[in-house]
């Protein structure tokens, strides 16, 4: 049987804060969460106001949680992009198994640190690389590895980032600096390129790449628009006006019932009044033609494995929803479809298609088509097992870095192919 494990967190946000501590809600008898950190001290407070955590177990700071003997058996590292390492790495030495978020870092040396680290204090540390964890995809790995298709041959991939979340994330929020944070290829489709590995089933070989920042530049302002939404003359025209995101608007609005994300972002325990005084004040309220972004809203990269296995892979802000697709063509039938309609397409050649259809009521809860509760409890019952073979390991997750960083460069480099295991050799001899 299952027994209770102990789990301390770092970075108290929309992930440490709200995704992963909701695995407690629905399996109490399997998580207890003994210390939290987080400098904002709303974030903070939610240790001792929601997850029963004692407040002298509440730190400011991951840094001042390492300080302390070790609190839990895992680690939850869900603080911003370019912190991760620096906190695995002490946490590691003290004994800790890490939830760690993705990306593990946007420097492959520090990737590379990290996973010899993994292997000297033999530490499970699981990647939150949540899409394999999914019924959608790992059913879609089942009837591969199970010969449906024969032979993969090629795989075409795209992710479709939603109007409003690119807008959100990636022109307003965390991720629109790669200087502060990683570019867009690393900070959202590490999953993807996790994912065309996974189904691969080989190692890539080398990468191109073309993308740029085309849209959510001064240039495309609207003649009279002001650096705010609130007050914006010409806002009833402008589909990424905050007001409507944030309040009127389907998918996001708090006026459609939503409570959760991204409004949880914008404040704690959203009300109409805090997400006004959000956008008036803080950067969710900003024109999205007159922010700091620099990372590209765009991105095509094309793949190739060992074996000749191909990969073309796209992601895009313009789309009205978020969503990825997949087919993977194969010697003797294709495998198509979307994580977000519950159902996978398998049509052998010359045979009737047949539809598999995926039961969402099946999972804890839903973050990531279900993916966020699978990982949580796989991990959770290695660790009261005594050990076992993450999905997600450190090992796997390096991989699809490498293909990240690497199609980030050719990007910035013309879209010249670059040879990934040039790539990482140079990153490893860097790093020694
Ligand atoms: N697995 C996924 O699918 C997925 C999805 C979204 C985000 N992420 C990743 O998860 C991580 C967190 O993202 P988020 O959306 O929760 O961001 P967030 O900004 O909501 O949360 C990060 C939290 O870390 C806190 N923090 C900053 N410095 C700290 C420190 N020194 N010690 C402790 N806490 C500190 C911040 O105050 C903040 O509350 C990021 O790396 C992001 O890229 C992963």
Known sequence: MQRKVTVAIIGMGNRGGEAYPNYMKYCPDEMEITAVADPRPERRALGWQRY??????????GEALLQQPQLAEVLIIANQDRDHVRMALPALEKGYHLLLEKPISPSLEECIALREKAHECNRMVVVCHVLRYTQFYSKLKELLDGGAIGQLQSIVATENVGYYHF?????????RRADETSPLILAKTCHDMDLLRWFAGKPCVRVSSFGSLSWFTREHAPEGSTPRCLDCPVKADCPYDAEKIYITHKPAGYRQGVRGWPLTVLCVAPTEEKLYEAMRTGPYGRCVYA???????????NLEFEGGITASFSVSAFTERCYRTIKLCGSIGELEGSMEDHAIYL?????PEEKIVLDPANDKFAGHGGGDSRMVEALLQMVSNGGGEALTSVDASVESHVMALAAERSRLHGGTAVILKEFEKQAISTSR
């Not at 029963?52 to 700071?61: M, R, W």
């Not at 807008?167 to 991720?175: K, T, Y």
């Not at 049509?347 to 045979?351: A, E, K, L």
């Open 52 to 61: 029963n955590v004692p407040p002298e177990k509440c730190f400011a700071s």
């Open 167 to 175: 807008a959100h994330s990636f022109v307003r929020g965390n991720w």
């Open 291 to 301: 922010c700091d972004n620099t990372v590209a809203d765009h991105q095509t990269v």
């Open 347 to 351: 049509r052998r050649f010359g045979c």
